[in-house]
């Protein structure tokens, strides 16, 4: 397959920001004699995706694999005079091949991870870690890294915390300086060194506490880049490039914020970006109207960022115009784009712009055969099909079964303890709702046989198992937490949008073991990362255990899991201080032990939760176009197609 054409670009300066200065796509016209070109491309949040395959559902795609984003890689290389090629991290876990490799195969001295042999396959320059990377714990992250034909640079996790971040003792080098030589626009060539630092999420801390704590600290990503990035500058960086395993957010800065790539932008001496961990593209509509951030030609601050979306989807490229005067480098301009793998048409197909490289795909095919045979394995059977298409707006079954799961496992640890008496309920949220995944991102796993893939399909993460004591008052809060994902509806109005789009489906617990509605006519509670926003309001209606309200005073244990019960989504009860039991085994291992022991499994769910009726009003609500086969199977709401929605995704109508 040709690869797509390299459209023009135009120049940008970084100091006035819209203000054109070249009309010429940077590659095509010579670069003055005292002036270079250099290609800076960015994968991010890869999660083992090599290969163009779906392991959850066991057919190749066209939409994931850096196998295919090697292409882009590839052409520009050759029309390149100077390229950098760097990883932005989140790339050791996140799909049954790194689950395979992390419970299955194991990691032996020696042994080469093969998202690492991909990652050397592909030519990584650099890399800098992602929150992921702590998911299987140090042990495995340091003999995966062994592999790396690249330096991996972490500036603000630490295994002893100094003074200031130049005195910590670092896990990682906080970052590197490469040498490397520049071709001019005469082709004289000319020394220059670039400077690499890396980000992570502070929040590890508490996402993998069980795996760091006691081990390692964190420090706030832009009081370590205050810190280190003059100490580059010192040591000889003539440009400096940061590697922001964060997200774009807020432009005011507070410490330990998880999504600083906005502030971190504001620190002198960083000359561009590269961020992450959110899963979506910069530059974009998405973040039109953030502070100081230009969604259109991709500058935070008036410096050139790019986020490449993740599993391998784009290539985030940042142009730079570089002047050598009196034998230093200064940027004089820039662009952004990102490249896609693929296009989505309007009859909701798929396709391909590249072809994958074979080197790459070469580098992991053994391991991708045995991870096939690892997720095809059966180890029980459903009787019923297991689905999450309408996960957020009733109960479900792919919710309900991994909440059998978790009371299964729970109720045993807690035999003869102290806690054994108390009422025993279990929160699961769905994983695979669509969203940001687009419109096949749901679980569907046919009645009948079950396997590791379907399971993996089920609890997408490595969590492990923990268990919370709350009171009733804690645990209504929880639930307003959740309630979150819904948009206020007035009484009576016809097709209000129900869902709120800033609002992830993995924080919206169901809680089972009590029965409760929710008011859509009464404002969240909670915004969407769990901060007060209307503290008196009550969206939770007759909240209630065994047919009896709940009361404030109450006493329950909430089977969970470690993200939850250490804080993640920042739910009221599940903030660290409330955890009873820490379990070694994942929830997803959990899974299959009881769908062995139990051998053939029901998951209906059973309407524990429902919508209070607001008569004469309905809703809309987006989900995979697959949904309607599953329509007269949904419990206790009046639900009925309503035509197509946007990006591919179908639309359907509830009459509450």
Same mark, same amino acid.
């Given at each position: 397959?040709?690869?797509?054409?390299?459209?023009?670009?135009?120049?940008?300066? @970084?100091?006035?920001?819209?203000?054109?200065?070249?009309?010429?796509?940077?590659?095509?016209?010579?670069?003055?004699?005292?002036?270079?070109?250099?290609?800076?491309?960015?994968? @991010?949040?890869?999660?083992?995706?090599?290969?163009?395959?779906?392991?959850?559902?066991?057919?190749?795609?066209?939409?994931?694999?850096?196998?295919?984003?090697?292409?882009?890689?590839?052409?520009?290389?050759?029309?390149?005079?100077?390229?950098?090629?760097?990883?932005?991290?989140?790339?050791?876990?996140?799909?049954?091949?790194?689950?395979?490799?992390?419970?299955?195969?194991?990691?032996?001295?020696?042994?080469?991870?093969?998202?690492?042999?991909?990652?050397?396959? /592909?030519?990584?320059?650099?890399?800098?870690?992602?929150?992921?990377?702590?998911?299987?714990?140090?042990?495995?992250?340091? &003999?995966?890294?062994? =592999?790396?034909?690249?330096?991996?640079?972490?500036?603000?996790?630490?295994?002893?915390?100094?003074?200031?971040?130049?005195?910590?003792?670092?896990?990682?080098?906080? $970052?590197?300086?490469?040498?490397?030589?520049?071709?001019?626009?005469?082709?004289?060539?000319?020394?220059?060194?670039?400077?690499?630092? *890396?980000? /992570?999420?502070?929040?590890?801390?508490?996402?993998?506490?069980?795996?760091?704590? *006691?081990?390692?600290?964190?420090?706030?990503?832009?009081?370590?880049?205050?810190?280190?990035?003059?100490?580059?500058?010192?040591?000889?960086?003539?440009?400096?490039?940061?590697?922001?395993?964060?997200?774009?957010?807020?432009?005011?800065?507070?410490?330990?914020?998880?999504?600083?790539?906005? %502030?971190?932008?504001?620190?002198?001496?960083?000359?561009?970006?590269? @961020? *992450?961990?959110?899963?979506?593209?910069?530059?974009?509509?998405?973040?039109?109207?953030?502070?100081?951030?230009?969604?259109?030609?991709?500058?935070?601050?008036?410096?050139?960022?790019?986020?490449?979306?993740?599993?391998?989807?784009?290539? =985030?490229?940042?142009?730079?115009?570089?002047?050598?005067?009196?034998?230093?480098?200064?940027?004089?301009?820039?662009?952004?784009?990102?490249?896609?793998?693929?296009?989505?048409?309007?009859?909701?197909?798929?396709?391909?712009?590249?072809?994958?490289?074979?080197?790459?795909?070469?580098?992991?095919?053994?391991?991708?055969?045995?991870?096939?045979?690892?997720?095809?394995?059966?180890?029980?059977?459903?009787?019923?099909?297991? $689905?999450?298409?309408?996960?957020?707006?009733?109960?479900?079954?792919?919710?309900?079964?991994?909440?059998?799961?978790? /009371?299964?496992?729970?109720?045993?640890?807690?035999?003869? !303890?102290?806690?054994?008496?108390?009422?025993?309920?279990?929160?699961?949220? +769905?994983? &695979?709702?669509?969203?940001?995944?687009?419109?096949?991102?749901?679980?569907?796993?046919?009645?009948?046989? /079950?396997?590791? &893939?379907?399971?993996?399909?089920?609890?997408?993460?490595?969590?492990?198992?923990?268990?919370?004591?709350?009171?009733?008052?804690?645990?209504?809060?929880?639930?307003?937490?959740?309630?979150?994902?819904?948009?206020?509806?007035?009484?009576?109005?016809?097709?209000?949008?129900?869902?709120?789009?800033?609002?992830?489906?993995?924080?919206?617990?169901?809680?089972?073991?009590?029965?409760?509605?929710?008011?859509?006519?009464?404002?969240?509670?909670?915004?969407?990362?769990?901060?007060?926003?209307? %503290?008196?309001?009550?969206?939770?209606?007759?909240?209630?255990?065994?047919?009896? %309200?709940?009361?404030?005073?109450?006493?329950?244990?909430?089977?969970?899991?470690?993200?939850?019960?250490?804080?993640?989504?920042?739910?009221?009860?599940?903030?660290?201080?409330?955890?009873?039991?820490?379990?070694?085994?994942?929830?997803?291992?959990?899974?299959?032990?009881?769908?062995?022991?139990?051998?053939?499994?029901? +998951?209906?769910?059973?309407?524990?939760?429902?919508?209070?009726?607001?008569?004469? !009003?309905?809703?809309?609500?987006?989900?995979?176009?697959?949904?309607?086969?599953?329509?007269?199977?949904?419990?206790?709401?009046?639900?009925?197609?309503?035509?197509?929605?946007?990006?591919?995704?179908?639309?359907?109508?509830?009459?509450?």
């Amino acid at each position: 397959m040709a690869q797509p054409e390299i459209s023009r670009r135009t120049f940008l300066t @970084t100091t006035g920001v819209g203000a054109t200065v070249i009309a010429l796509h940077p590659f095509s016209a010579r670069a003055a004699a005292n002036q270079a070109h250099l290609r800076i491309m960015e994968t @991010t949040d890869i999660h083992v995706h090599v290969f163009p395959y779906d392991y959850y559902s066991d057919k190749p795609v066209d939409t994931v694999g850096l196998a295919r984003t090697a292409a882009h890689v590839k052409a520009i290389r050759a029309e390149a005079a100077n390229s950098l090629l760097l990883d932005n991290g989140d790339f050791l876990q996140g799909n049954p091949m790194g689950d395979y490799i992390a419970y299955e195969r194991g990691m032996k001295e020696g042994d080469m991870h093969p998202v690492i042999a991909a990652l050397n396959a /592909v030519g990584i320059e650099a890399s800098t870690l992602g929150n992921h990377e702590f998911n299987y714990g140090l042990d495995f992250l340091m &003999k995966s890294l062994a =592999g790396a034909a690249f330096p991996v640079v972490s500036a603000n996790v630490v295994t002893e915390l100094g003074g200031d971040p130049t005195k910590d003792t670092g896990l990682f080098k906080p $970052y590197v300086i490469l040498d490397r030589m520049l071709k001019d626009g005469d082709g004289a060539e000319h020394a220059i060194r670039i400077g690499l630092i *890396g980000f /992570v999420p502070p929040q590890i801390l508490q996402w993998d506490r069980g795996h760091l704590e *006691g081990k390692v600290q964190t420090r706030d990503i832009v009081q370590a880049a205050r810190a280190w990035v003059p100490v580059m500058r010192e040591e000889g960086a003539d440009i400096i490039i940061a590697l922001s395993h964060s997200g774009i957010g807020s432009a005011r800065h507070t410490e330990g914020m998880e999504n600083a790539s906005v %502030p971190l932008a504001e620190v002198d001496g960083i000359d561009a970006l590269l @961020t *992450g961990h959110s899963h979506l593209v910069y530059p974009s509509p998405t973040f039109e109207g953030f502070d100081m951030v230009d969604a259109k030609t991709g500058l935070i601050h008036g410096k050139p960022a790019v986020m490449a979306g993740f599993w391998g989807d784009n290539l =985030g490229v940042i142009d730079l115009l570089l002047e050598r005067d009196g034998g230093e480098w200064r940027v004089l301009s820039s662009a952004v784009e990102t490249r896609p793998i693929y296009k989505r048409n309007e009859d909701r197909s798929v396709t391909a712009l590249v072809e994958s490289v074979a080197e790459v795909e070469a580098a992991v095919a053994p391991e991708h055969q045995e991870t096939l045979a690892y997720v095809r394995r059966a180890v029980g059977k459903t009787s019923a099909p297991l $689905y999450s298409y309408f996960a957020l707006v009733a109960d479900d079954p792919s919710v309900q079964i991994v909440s059998q799961a978790q /009371v299964w496992y729970i109720a045993q640890m807690l035999k003869g !303890t102290e806690y054994e008496a108390l009422p025993l309920l279990s929160a699961a949220a +769905p994983f &695979k709702a669509g969203g940001r995944g687009g419109p096949e991102y749901y679980t569907d796993v046919p009645a009948g046989d /079950v396997a590791i &893939k379907n399971v993996a399909d089920l609890y997408l993460y490595p969590n492990t198992i923990r268990a919370v004591k709350v009171t009733g008052a804690q645990l209504k809060d929880w639930l307003e937490r959740s309630a979150g994902m819904f948009n206020q509806v007035t009484p009576g109005g016809q097709d209000q949008l129900l869902l709120n789009p800033d609002f992830p489906s993995y924080n919206f617990d169901v809680i089972d073991g009590v029965t409760y509605g929710i008011d859509l006519s009464q404002p969240s509670k909670y915004d969407a990362k769990g901060g007060d926003l209307n %503290p008196d309001a009550s969206r939770i209606v007759d909240l209630a255990h065994n047919g009896r %309200p709940v009361d404030p005073a109450d006493e329950f244990v909430i089977a969970t899991n470690n993200y939850r019960a250490s804080g993640g989504g920042d739910f009221p009860g599940a903030k660290g201080d409330t955890i009873i039991f820490e379990g070694p085994d994942t929830n997803r291992d959990i899974i299959v032990r009881f769908i062995v022991e139990q051998g053939t499994i029901n +998951p209906t769910a059973d309407a524990n939760w429902h919508f209070r009726a607001l008569p004469g !009003t309905s809703v809309l609500f987006d989900t995979g176009p697959k949904a309607v086969a599953y329509l007269d199977a949904v419990k206790g709401l009046a639900i009925e197609a309503a035509g197509d929605g946007p990006d591919g995704f179908a639309r359907f109508r509830i009459r509450l």
